[in-house]
Structure formats: C-alpha cells, structure tokens
C-alpha cells in the first residue's frame, strides 16, 4: 500500500551508528540536548499527505519522512482534547477524565493541574524557552489551566476551533497572546508559522536548547482556505463517507455530494497551506544552522473528519476507534541521533509516548508526576529495538448511550461499540469485533466468532480501561451549548 513510499525513502543514506551513539550519551550526560519541535496538526488525515499516496501535495510534510522516519503505526486518541492531553501527560487522558470528549468553548472544565505537564518536565531539563503557537484545548475558563500557568513561556492561539480569517468564534475573537487578547490580520495557519519561524531565529544562537510546540489549527473546520491556494485542487473529487462512521457513532452525514466535494477542495487547499507553514519552520532550522541537532516530531492530533479528510483504505474516520480514526500521518527526524535515513518504522508507538521519551532525551529520571502510560521510544525510532510488548486502549463516547473502546494486544484488536462498559451486562449487549491487523490492517474481517476466548480476554482489559474514568469526566460537548454566551475576546477571570 505504501510500498512505493518505504522504497523511494530507503535510498536516502544512514547516519553512523556510532555516531549517534555518541549523540545520544551527551544527552544523557546534559551535553548538547537537541532543540525540540513538536508539529500537531488539526483532523489531518493520514491519507492527506502525499507521502502516504494521497492526491493532495505535501512536500514539506514528506521530507520529514524521508530525511528522517516516516512512523507508519502511529496512534492518537479518536477527537482532539484526549491527545492534547496525552502529549502533556504521557497518560491515557481517561485518568484525568478527558477522553470520552471534548472541552466544549462553553465548558468551565481543564486539564488537572494535579497532573504534571512536558514544558514543566523540559524545565527541569534546561530548556529555558518554552513556546505554544497555536490551538491549546485543555482548558480556557481559568487562568489555572492556562499554558502560561503549565510550564510554557511563550502563547499565541486559541483555545479551540477558530474562524482563520477574523479569528472568532461565535462572534469573539479568540486569539490571544499570554493572557492578553491579540489583535492581528492574517489567515492563521500563516500567522502561526510566523510565530515559529520568529521563535526559532530569536532562539537559534541560545547557549540553552528550546522546546516549540506548534499545534496548527488547520485543517480542522470552518473549512476555509485562502483565495489564492482554492484552484491548486478545484479539480478534486469527494471523499465517500464511510459506512464504520454510523456504526460507530450512530449517527449518518447528512452532506450531499456537491457538498462534499467543496468541502474536500477547500480542505486540499487548507493542507497546502499547512505544508508550506510546515516547510517554512523546516527552513527556518536549516537557516539557522541547528536542523542536525533539533528532534521534530510531526504528527495528527487524530484521523480526518468524515467525508472531508482521506484516511484510505482504513476503516473509519476521527471521532471512531477503527484504524481511520486513530492510525494517523506521522514522522520524525533527528539526524544527530540516527533519526534518519528514510526507514519505515512499523513498530506501533502513540502520542503517550512522547514525554517518557522526552525524557530519556533529556536526562530526566524521574518527572515528578503520576504514573506514566507511555514509554521511551527513543531506541525504536533509532532502529535499536525493533518490537514493544505492550497493550494500547483507545475510547471515546460522543452520547449518553453508546461508547466506543478498542484494545490492541499484540497483532489482535477489539473494539466494543455499545453501552457504558462500566454498566451490567453492558459488554453483552454490545457489538464486539475482533480484528487480526498483521493480516487485516483494513479492519475488514471481524473474526471476533472464531476466537471467543481472545474476545473474552480482552474484553475484560477494555472494561478495566474504561473503568479508570473518575467520577466527574468532561461532560459530552452539546450539553450547556445553548444558554451560553461568550465573554469579549473570550477573556475570562484570573483564577
């Protein structure tokens, strides 16, 4: 499937071993730790990027890939709150009771401040500039869930989805810098990549490394894209909803196929957008001369939107457990270390990993927070280990009624679609499917009546999993949609 891909990558050349060998032993040692970029776009879908083999051009986007590793198993949560938190956290976002949905713009609800985020790690480890340019989603109604108040010192963005030309949402502008509102013309997806490239020349010659998190809003909804960048794909065709989305959700896109077909348009156009910001940061760090010792990490929040974003042949889309919803567009690139070189990594990994690894990078023993669920991958992406032994959970429940969990227990999947697994007899009375994803990748064959005993082993695991919920998670995202009103700018108070 992406065949072609893995062979035009492979041909790039590999850093010495005992180079990065060497590289990695100083950053154990506090001595040269790398800059670190972190890239999240918005709905992104993993065939949305042409270095999977989708129609829209990435080549920015590509060149991570292909300069350092494309990560072709890379797992986020199914919406975009639950893997914001799981970056920070390197936990499953169900501890902290925000995976099952959203932080609504009308939701007085954020990130536990019990919890102990990656800039406050990276402090710890020397990294004195800490920047967030873009779309923050862990929490907007108190100053307490503010990034300034998680270990960041440096914002400019928004709290959620935002209009890219006037910056608003229903009616106020949300764009802000630190705690004061940000009054700027531009089309966003441009306004954060200036952020960046500006952060990075400003920092480049710093006898300190940095950290710059940069989680563009784009392409996620209202889908509109610049004048300019509409004809590069007005010849586009419509993405088929798929059928796994009323399945999962219970609910059916009621978009015609005129209407998907302006949509996807626009959102090609979006993605160009988000390329050419991509390869702007890309230059930036070639500029400056710091490219070789920076680790970048890129990847979707979660799969794309239904009937808008391509996530291929995979079943489902964001919003679902299936592979469409969760199996997204990711690469890394560390030339310093041995990320490089263009190989394919297959080995699953997931956005839970990213600050247990962060801190095998930087040095950091211990982080001083709860137990972590993700684990340092650093030597799977240096090709030094080629397997990890442990199981991964996925969950989200967008209704009152109906739950979607899935666990991945070496080559095995389930996914329960159904009652709340914590209910009686919830288990029972919902749809189990058992796919086997070395030979189903697709999720095409649910083998779930063959092997009753894997079903029922791990269908103990997804209710212990769904079980870690505490007892006031977010709530669902309608609920409280109707009465409110938002302050001017979306300032809130001080707490």
Same mark, same amino acid.
């Given at each position: 499937?992406?065949?072609?891909?893995?062979?035009?990558?492979?041909?790039?050349?590999?850093?010495?071993?005992?180079?990065?060998?060497?590289?990695?032993?100083?950053?154990?040692?506090?001595?040269?730790?790398?800059?670190?970029?972190?890239?999240?776009?918005?709905?992104?879908?993993?065939?949305?990027?042409?270095?999977?083999?989708?129609?829209?051009?990435?080549?920015?986007?590509?060149?991570?890939?292909?300069?350092?590793?494309?990560?072709?198993?890379?797992?986020?949560?199914?919406?975009?709150?639950?893997?914001?938190?799981?970056?920070?956290?390197?936990?499953?976002?169900?501890?902290?009771?925000?995976?099952? !949905?959203?932080?609504? =713009?009308? @939701?007085?609800?954020?990130?536990? #401040?019990?919890?102990?985020? $990656?800039?406050?790690?990276? %402090? *710890?480890?020397?990294?004195?500039?800490?920047?967030?340019?873009?779309?923050?989603?862990?929490?907007?109604?108190?100053?307490?869930?503010?990034?300034?108040?998680?270990?960041?010192?440096?914002?400019?963005?928004?709290?959620?989805?935002?209009?890219?030309?006037?910056?608003?949402?229903?009616?106020?502008?949300?764009?802000?810098?630190?705690?004061?509102?940000?009054?700027?013309?531009?089309?966003?997806?441009?306004?954060?990549?200036?952020?960046?490239?500006?952060?990075?020349?400003?920092?480049?010659?710093?006898?300190?490394?940095?950290?710059?998190?940069?989680?563009?809003?784009?392409?996620?909804?209202?889908?509109?894209?610049?004048?300019?960048?509409?004809?590069?794909?007005?010849?586009? !065709?419509?993405?088929? =909803?798929? @059928?796994?989305?009323?399945?999962? #959700?219970?609910?059916?896109? $009621?978009?015609?196929?005129? %209407? *998907?077909?302006?949509?996807?348009?626009?959102?090609?156009?979006?993605?160009?957008?988000?390329?050419?910001?991509?390869?702007?940061?890309?230059?930036?760090?070639?500029?400056?001369?710091?490219?070789?010792?920076?680790?970048?990490?890129?990847?979707?929040?979660?799969?794309?939107?239904?009937?808008?974003?391509?996530?291929?042949?995979?079943?489902?889309?964001?919003?679902?457990?299936?592979?469409?919803?969760?199996?997204?567009?990711?690469?890394?690139?560390?030339?310093?270390?041995?990320?490089?070189?263009?190989?394919?990594?297959?080995?699953?990994?997931?956005?839970?990993?990213?600050?247990?690894?962060?801190?095998?990078?930087?040095?950091?023993?211990?982080?001083?927070?709860?137990?972590?669920?993700?684990?340092?991958?650093?030597?799977?992406?240096?090709?030094?280990?080629?397997?990890?032994?442990?199981?991964?959970?996925?969950?989200?429940?967008?209704?009152?009624?109906?739950?979607?969990?899935?666990?991945?227990?070496?080559?095995?999947?389930?996914?329960?679609?159904?009652?709340?697994?914590?209910?009686?007899?919830?288990?029972?009375?919902?749809?189990?499917?058992?796919?086997?994803?070395?030979?189903?990748?697709?999720?095409?064959?649910?083998?779930?009546?063959?092997?009753?005993?894997?079903?029922?082993?791990?269908?103990?695991?997804?209710?212990?999993?769904?079980?870690?919920?505490?007892?006031?998670?977010?709530?669902?995202?309608?609920?409280?949609?109707?009465?409110?009103?938002?302050?001017?700018?979306?300032?809130?108070?001080?707490?």
């Amino acid at each position: 499937m992406d065949g072609h891909v893995r062979r035009a990558l492979t041909r790039v050349l590999r850093w010495p071993v005992a180079w990065a060998c060497c590289a990695l032993a100083a950053s154990a040692q506090g001595q040269d730790l790398p800059n670190i970029v972190l890239i999240v776009p918005d709905d992104l879908g993993r065939y949305d990027v042409s270095m999977h083999g989708g129609d829209i051009a990435t080549p920015h986007i590509d060149s991570i890939a292909r300069d350092g590793v494309l990560l072709s198993r890379f797992y986020s949560a199914p919406v975009c709150s639950p893997t914001r938190t799981g970056i920070m956290t390197g936990r499953y976002p169900i501890h902290a009771g925000l995976m099952r !949905s959203v932080v609504a =713009p009308w @939701r007085d609800y954020g990130l536990d #401040t019990s919890e102990v985020l $990656l800039p406050q790690v990276l %402090e *710890r480890a020397g990294y004195q500039h800490r920047a967030i340019f873009g779309k923050w989603h862990l929490g907007h109604f108190k100053r307490r869930w503010h990034p300034l108040r998680r270990g960041f010192t440096e914002f400019v963005g928004f709290g959620f989805a935002v209009d890219y030309f006037t910056h608003e949402r229903l009616g106020e502008r949300d764009w802000s810098q630190g705690y004061e509102p940000l009054f700027e013309e531009g089309y966003a997806t441009d306004l954060l990549a200036d952020r960046a490239v500006n952060f990075i020349a400003e920092h480049a010659e710093d006898a300190a490394p940095f950290f710059l998190y940069v989680p563009f809003g784009a392409p996620h909804t209202p889908t509109q894209a610049k004048e300019e960048d509409l004809p590069l794909y007005d010849r586009l !065709s419509a993405i088929e =909803p798929p @059928r796994s989305w009323q399945e999962a #959700t219970g609910h059916n896109p $009621l978009m015609s196929l005129e %209407e *998907r077909t302006t949509l996807r348009r626009v959102h090609a156009a979006m993605v160009h957008a988000l390329d050419v910001g991509i390869g702007r940061i890309l230059d930036a760090l070639d500029t400056h001369g710091i490219a070789d010792n920076t680790l970048l990490l890129f990847f979707s929040d979660n799969g794309g939107s239904v009937g808008i974003g391509d996530n291929g042949p995979f079943r489902g889309c964001k919003a679902t457990v299936y592979e469409g919803g969760i199996r997204v567009a990711a690469a890394a690139r560390w030339p310093a270390a041995n990320v490089s070189g263009g190989r394919d990594v297959s080995v699953p990994l997931a956005y839970i990993d990213v600050l247990p690894m962060l801190m095998r990078v930087t040095g950091i023993d211990d982080h001083g927070g709860k137990p972590l669920d993700g684990v340092d991958v650093l030597d799977v992406l240096t090709g030094e280990q080629d397997a990890l032994e442990r199981d991964l959970y996925s969950f989200v429940g967008r209704t009152k009624v109906r739950d979607q969990v899935a666990v991945s227990e070496g080559d095995w999947k389930l996914v329960i679609i159904g009652p709340h697994l914590t209910e009686e007899g919830a288990a029972e009375a919902s749809v189990r499917q058992l796919f086997r994803l070395d030979a189903d990748p697709l999720e095409r064959h649910d083998v779930a009546a063959d092997h009753p005993d894997i079903v029922a082993r791990l269908t103990e695991k997804a209710i212990a999993f769904r079980e870690l919920q505490p007892p006031n998670p977010v709530p669902l995202y309608s609920e409280g949609e109707g009465t409110f009103v938002p302050p001017p700018n979306w300032q809130f108070g001080v707490e």
